[in-house]
Every structure is written in structure tokens, then in C-alpha cells.
């Protein structure tokens, strides 16, 4: 178990009566829990808690009037990953994947899993099924793409950015998910907080499904999966944008953080690449 503080604070100038749709505060789950918790809106206004979309992603609602507007989120979270040896762990056969997994092999949004078939078994289809397939798709990735802030937009695909070669977070997982999805490895998207991420921000990751149980991963290598913070779950960004906005209003600043209090957390060192991690 590690203890791990977390918030963001973000700042906007609202030039309208604008809906807020907030995907910032922590998912609850056996591997997540919270104490501490709060959300401060500044001048203060009322704010609607929603539970979203089949996997229940917990997002904040609420409609601001003109003017100056900061909402801060913070929370101390008690981290229970489960640990395994990822040498154990093996692909699902189409035909025993449960119900409930199969729509994330599916094409979507941002995760043009229909297009790059045969890629992904030229690149990976004689590689050792299971954890180590992945493990390759994301070393692939990381060796292929450059991580450049500011380089993609709302719009930029999978395929956008295997044509580019060039994105962040997000862009990242979003090739994975896709790689992944087209040999036939169930992939989501996943936002939250990440210790030792820098510079410190939002983070995009995703989870395959491999064994029974969805594990972690990231392809841009920026922080240890043991230090992930889930926010939201979903097919791609699409799902778990940390902020949507119907109005007028425009983002003057935005602070994330995210702190381990176990410095000695195995689960922590960026050289450790052999246990696998699942917070679902």
C-alpha cells in the first residue's frame, strides 16, 4: 500500500454562463480509496456529482457565471495495486473473453484499430503472446514516436500520429490501445494522476486485459505504473477528457500535482519492469 497525495487547481476566465463537465477526482475501487477529499470552486458555485458512461467514471458538473473561476481538487489516496509476476500472464482467446471486455477491441474515436491490421501482425504477430507483447508494442512506440508538448490537437488519431510520428501522452496510449486492439489484445484508455511525472500533469495511460484482470501500462515511459492514480476509464480520451465545456470560457493556468509518501516503494522505480501492476 502506498499513500499518495494528489490535486489539480485550474484557472479560467469565463466570458458566458458556461457548463463545466470535471473529470479530475479520484475512482473508487478495491485498489483505490480516499480520505481528505475535497473540491473547492472559487467564487462558489453549486456542483452536481455524475456517475458517467457503462463504467461509472466519476465527473462534476456544474455551470459558472462570467468572471474569474478557479476550481481546485485534492485528496490523500490509499493505493492497493495488485502485484503480479508478469511472466504468468497470457493472452484471452476471443471466444473466453467476457462480455464486457469485448467492446474494447473495437475501433473508436481516437484508436483506429480497423486500419492497421495487417501492421500490427507484420510488427508483432510472431512475437510470444501475453504480457511481453505488450510490453513490445509499447517499447515500439516509445521508440518510434517523439514526445513533443503541443505537436497533436482534440482531433489527432492514432493513425494521425503513426504518420507524424510525434505527439504526448495521450497520443502514445492511443497507439498502443490501437496495436494492441488489432492483434486481438482488449486495450483501454486511462486518465489520472502519475508520481514522478515531469513536468507534472494530467496523465494518459492505458490497461490490456491479459489473464483475466486489465494491467497497466504506458508507452511514454514518463512514470512508474506503481505510482498511478486512476481518474477515468474509457475507450480513448474521448471518454475521460479531464474537462468539458459548453460556453465561453478559456483556461489561464492549471497546476497537477502528485506525491508518493513511500520513497521506498518498490512499485515506484522506474527500473522495475518485471511486476505487473492492475488497479481496475
Known amino acids: 500500500m502506498n499513500q499518495i497525495l494528489v490535486g489539480s487547481r485550474i484557472n479560467y476566465t469565463v466570458n458566458s454562463p458556461t457548463t463545466f463537465l470535471l473529470n479530475v477526482s479520484v475512482a473508487k475501487n478495491e485498489h483505490q480509496s480516499t480520505t ?4 473547492e470552486i472559487y467564487p462558489y458555485h453549486k456542483v452536481e456529482e455524475c456517475a458517467v458512461g457503462p463504467l461509472g467514471n466519476h465527473l462534476l458538473r456544474m455551470t459558472a457565471d462570467p468572471g474569474e473561476l478557479t476550481i481546485q481538487y485534492q485528496a490523500t489516496v490509499e493505493l492497493h495495486a495488485s502485484e503480479v509476476d508478469s511472466t504468468d500472464l497470457c493472452e484471452v482467446d476471443y471466444e473466453n473473453l467476457p462480455a464486457d471486455v469485448l467492446s474494447f477491441l473495437n475501433p473508436s474515436r481516437y484508436c483506429e484499430s480497423d486500419k492497421l491490421y495487417r501492421f500490427a501482425g507484420e510488427e508483432f504477430g510472431e512475437l510470444v503472446p501475453g504480457y511481453s507483447r505488450v510490453t513490445a508494442i509499447c517499447n515500439w512506440t516509445y521508440e518510434h514516436l517523439t514526445y513533443t508538448p503541443g505537436s497533436t490537437g482534440p482531433t489527432t488519431t492514432a493513425c494521425d500520429v ?10 502514445y496510449a492511443h497507439v498502443a490501445i490501437s496495436l494492441c486492439r488489432a492483434m486481438g489484445i482488449p486495450a483501454r484508455y486511462v486518465s489520472g494522476y502519475a508520481v514522478k511525472l515531469q513536468p507534472p500533469d494530467f496523465h494518459g495511460f492505458f490497461e490490456a486485459y491479459l489473464s483475466g484482470e486489465w494491467f497497466l501500462f504506458d508507452a511514454t515511459r514518463l512514470a512508474p ?10 475507450r480513448d480520451a474521448a471518454d475521460v477528457a479531464f474537462a468539458t465545456l459548453r460556453g465561453d470560457a478559456q483556461s489561464t493556468g492549471m497546476e497537477v500535482w502528485a ?3 513511500d520513497a521506498n516503494d ?10 505487473a501492476v492492475s488497479s481496475a
Open 162 to 171: 503513426l504518420l507524424q510520428r510525434t505527439g504526448v501522452c495521450r497520443d
Open 36 to 39: 481528505n477529499e475535497s473540491i
Open 266 to 275: 518498490h512499485l515506484l522505480d522506474p527500473e522495475n519492469v518485471v511486476t
Open 225 to 234: 505504473v506503481g505510482g498511478f492514480v486512476r481518474i477515468g476509464t474509457g
Open 259 to 261: 506525491n508518493g509518501q
